[in-house]
């Protein structure tokens, strides 16, 4: 079995910054790419931002230059930094692991910006 956990997450307000983590655990065979993407109501998933095993950081249009995703190998752990947030970045984050093989996804948490 293979979880995906995110943590994190919550209310803030406009301009603020907020900072979500997400960690892989379980029998993994070989970790191709962790991502982060979003989701609004009746909308599909979006990239948010990724990460390849080789290190290779691709970001979705609307949070360049104000998120930041980076991991830590060792524990199976991505992190997502999210600066300068808008009301418009309000949607349930959700964690992606690739295996190359198989997409594990986690169970989503909220990121809420009030205006």
């Known amino acids: 079995q293979v979880q995906v956990v995110e943590s994190g997450g919550g209310l803030v307000p406009t301009g603020g910054s907020l900072s979500v983590s997400c960690a892989a655990s379980?029998?993994?065979?070989?970790?191709?790419?962790m991502g982060w993407f979003r989701q609004a109501p009746g909308s599909q998933r979006a990239l948010v931002a990724s990460i390849t095993s080789s290190g290779t950081i691709t970001y979705g249009d609307p949070v360049k230059g104000r998120f930041t995703i980076s991991r830590d190998n060792a524990k199976n752990t991505i992190y997502l930094q999210m600066n300068n947030l808008k009301p418009e970045d309000t949607d349930v984050y959700y964690c992606?692991?690739?295996?190359?093989?198989?997409?594990?996804w986690g169970q989503g948490t909220q990121v809420t910006v009030s205006s």
């Open positions: 992606l692991l690739n295996t190359g093989f198989k997409d594990y």
């Open positions: 379980g029998n993994i065979s070989k970790i191709n790419l």
